[in-house]
C-alpha cells in the first residue's frame, strides 16, 4: 500500500517495526549517544514492553542495538516500563526503570552496563536484589512510576523523583539514596498540584539564566532555576513549569502559581508526551526526547506494522527575553541533513491570498519563514477578539483583521488535503495584542479514521520581533517551532493525496485587514541513515 508505506519519516527516529512509546535513559558514553525506549517486539500495538536500544554519533544517524533489557523476572515481567540514567561520579552509569511485577505493582529497579568498557552498551545487568523500591504506604500499587535521573544533595546524597497522585492530587515523590539499592522516603513531597492526577514521566533539572550552556542536573545555585515538568496520565499531555528548588528544604516553588505544572505551560501543543531530557557533557547542552504517537486508528496501525516516532531531540535553554518559558530548538545537528535550498524574498501577500511555493519534492523540509506586518496598521485596526483559542475559534479558514497567515504543508494542488501553520493576532481582554501560533489538522487528509484537530497556544513576540516559524516537515510529521522555540506544535498527519511528488508547500495571508511580508528559507531535507549495527548477531 503506497499510501501507507509512505507515512514512515525519512529522517525521525523509528524501530523497523512494531510499537514504540516512551524514550527511556538516554545519554552519551564514550562517543555514542544512546537511546533506550519502549518498545513491543511482537505487534503495533503497546504490550510485552521492552527496552529497545539505538545509539549514534550525531543524534541524527542511528545503529539499532539488541533490546537493552526485556521483561523476564518476576518484579518486570508485565513490562520493563520507563526509567533513567544516572552518571555517578565515578563515571559509572546507573539505571532506574519501573518494572510492571507478575501482579502488576509498579516497582522500582536497578540495572546496570555488564561492560563499562564497551562504548556501546550492549549487555544490561538487572541488580539482584530488584525491586529497589515497592510503593510506599498511601500509594496506589499502580501510581508508582518513571523515576528520574538522579541529582545530588547538599548533604552528599543523591536524590531520584517519582511521580504519583493521592486522590486527584498529582504529587512529586522524592528518595534519597547513597548507593542505588536502599532509599530513603523524604517526609515532604517535592510539589503537588490539586486536579492534575497521576503525574507520569516526571523531568526535573536545572537551567541558567545568565549562561546560555545546559547544565548537569545535580547543578544548583544563584542563577538558576529548574524546570519541573510532568506528562499527564489523565489528558495525555506534557506540563512543565519554571520555579525555584531549594534543596535543603527539597521544595520547588513554581515562579508563577497560576502557571503551575499541569495548568500551565505545554512543552508540545501537539501530539507529543512522555518527554525526557537529558545532560549532554559532550556539547554542554540539555536534550529533550519526546515521543509522538499516532492520531489514526488502531486497525491502521497494525495494517501499516508500526506505530510512533521520536522528535528530532531539542536543546533546551531558558528564554532570557520572556524570562517566562524555556526554548526548545531542533539539534543543529538536523541541518546536516539540508540538501537544497530555495530562498524566497519579500513576498507580498495580499488579504487572502495563497502563493505557491515551488521547492520540489516537499515530503522531506526544513522551512525557516519570517512575516511582517505594518506595525501602524496592526495597532490602528486591532480587532477586539476576546478569548481566541485555536482549538475552537475555527482554524485557518476563519479570517480575522490578522490572521490567520502562514504556511501550508503536505498539501495537494486543488487544496483539498492541506496542513496550515499560521499566526493569529488578537486583541485580549487587556486591550493589548496577543499573538497564537496553531497547526489545522483538520483538512490534512481525507481519511475517516484520523483525528483532526487544531493545535496551538499563544506564543510571546517581544517589541520589535517579527512573526518566525521553523517547520519540519517529515512525510507524516510536522514539528512546528514558532518564535525561535517558545510555542511548539507536534502534527502527525496522513494525507492520502498530498503525498510523493504530489505534496506541495504554499504561503497564506487569510487575514481581511492586512498585507503581510514574508521571507522564507527552504531546505530539502535527505533521509538520515537508521540501520541494524554491524554486530553479525541481529
Ligand atoms: C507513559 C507510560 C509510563 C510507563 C510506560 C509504560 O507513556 O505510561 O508511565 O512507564 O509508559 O510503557
Not at 510499537?19 to 544512546?34: E, S, V
Not at 540539555?286 to 497494525?302: K, P
Amino acid at each position: 500500500n503506497a499510501m501507507l508505506s509512505w507515512q514512515r519519516t525519512g529522517f525521525h527516529f523509528q524501530p523497523p517495526k512494531n510499537w514504540m512509546n516512551d524514550p527511556n535513559g538516554p545519554l552519551y558514553y564514550l562517543g555514542w549517544y544512546h537511546l533506550f525506549y519502549q518498545y513491543n517486539p511482537d505487534a503495533a500495538v503497546w504490550g510485552n514492553i521492552t527496552w529497545g536500544h539505538a545509539v549514534s554519533k550525531d543524534l541524527i544517524n542511528w545503529y539499532h542495538l539488541p533490546y537493552a533489557m526485556q521483561p523476564d523476572q518476576w518484579y518486570d515481567i508485565n513490562g520493563v516500563w520507563t526509567g533513567s540514567a544516572t552518571f555517578l561520579q565515578d563515571g559509572s552509569i546507573v539505571m532506574l526503570y519501573t518494572g510492571s511485577t507478575d501482579k502488576e505493582v509498579q516497582v522500582q529497579n536497578l540495572a546496570y552496563p555488564a561492560d563499562l568498557s564497551d562504548p556501546l552498551l550492549i549487555d544490561w545487568v538487572k541488580y539482584s536484589g530488584n525491586p529497589v523500591l515497592v510503593p510506599p504506604p498511601g500509594i496506589g500499587t499502580k501510581d508508582f512510576r518513571d523515576p528520574t535521573t538522579a541529582w545530588l544533595a547538599p548533604n552528599g546524597k543523591w536524590r531520584i523523583a517519582i511521580g504519583s497522585k493521592v486522590n486527584k492530587t498529582g504529587i512529586t515523590l522524592v528518595y534519597e539514596t547513597t548507593d542505588f539499592k536502599s532509599y530513603e522516603l523524604l517526609d515532604d513531597v517535592m510539589h503537588a498540584v490539586p486536579g492534575t492526577g497521576m503525574w507520569e514521566c516526571v523531568d526535573f533539572y536545572p537551567v541558567s539564566t545568565i549562561e546560555s550552556n545546559g547544565l548537569d542536573t545535580s547543578v544548583n545555585g544563584p542563577g538558576i532555576k529548574h524546570v519541573l515538568k510532568s506528562s499527564l496520565d489523565d489528558d495525555k499531555h506534557d506540563y512543565y513549569a519554571l520555579g525555584t528548588y531549594d534543596a535543603i528544604s527539597n521544595k520547588w516553588t513554581p515562579d508563577n502559581p497560576e502557571l503551575d505544572v499541569g495548568i500551565g505551560l505545554r512543552l508540545d501543543y501537539g501530539k507529543y508526551y512522555a518527554s525526557k531530557t537529558f545532560y549532554d557533557q559532550n556539547k554542554q547542552r540539555r536534550l529533550l526526547w519526546g515521543w509522538i504517537g499516532e492520531t489514526d486508528s488502531e486497525t491502521t496501525d497494525i495494517l501499516k506494522g508500526w506505530s510512533s516516532v521520536q522528535t528530532i531531540p531539542r536543546e533546551v535553554v531558558f528564554d532570557k527575553k520572556t524570562g517566562t518559558n524555556i526554548i526548545q530548538w531542533p539539534v543543529k545537528e538536523v541541518e546536516k541533513l539540508r540538501s537544497t535550498n530555495t530562498t524566497y524574498e519579500k513576498i507580498v501577500l495580499k488579504p487572502g491570498s495563497l502563493v505557491p511555493l515551488d521547492v520540489g519534492l516537499a515530503t522531506q523540509l526544513d522551512i525557516v519563514a519570517t512575516f511582517d506586518i505594518d506595525k501602524q496598521a496592526l495597532e490602528a485596526g486591532l480587532e477586539a477578539d476576546v478569548g481566541y483559542n485555536c482549538t475552537t475559534s475555527g482554524g485557518s479558514s476563519s479570517r480575522g483583521a490578522y490572521g490567520p497567515f502562514g504556511l501550508v504543508v503536505l498539501a495537494d494542488e486543488s487544496l483539498t488535503e492541506q496542513t496550515p501553520i499560521y499566526f493569529y493576532i488578537a486583541k485580549g481582554t487587556d486591550g493589548v495584542a496577543n499573538t497564537y501560533f496553531c497547526a489545522d489538522q483538520t483538512k490534512s487528509s481525507t481519511a475517516q479514521d484520523v483525528t483532526k484537530l487544531v493545535y496551538g497556544s499563544s506564543v510571546p513576540v517581544l517589541q520589535g520581533e517579527s512573526f518566525s516559524m521553523r517547520l519540519l516537515v517529515d512525510h507524516s510529521i510536522v514539528e512546528s517551532f514558532a518564535q525561535d522555540g517558545r510555542t511548539v506544535i507536534t502534527s502527525r498527519v496522513y494525507p492520502t493525496k498530498a503525498i510523493y511528488t504530489a505534496a506541495k508547500v504554499f504561503l497564506f495571508n487569510n487575514a481581511t485587514g492586512v498585507s503581510i511580508t514574508a521571507n522564507v528559507n527552504v531546505w530539502n531535507m535527505d533521509s538520515a541513515q537508521i540501520e541494524h549495527f554491524p554486530l553479525g548477531q541481529q
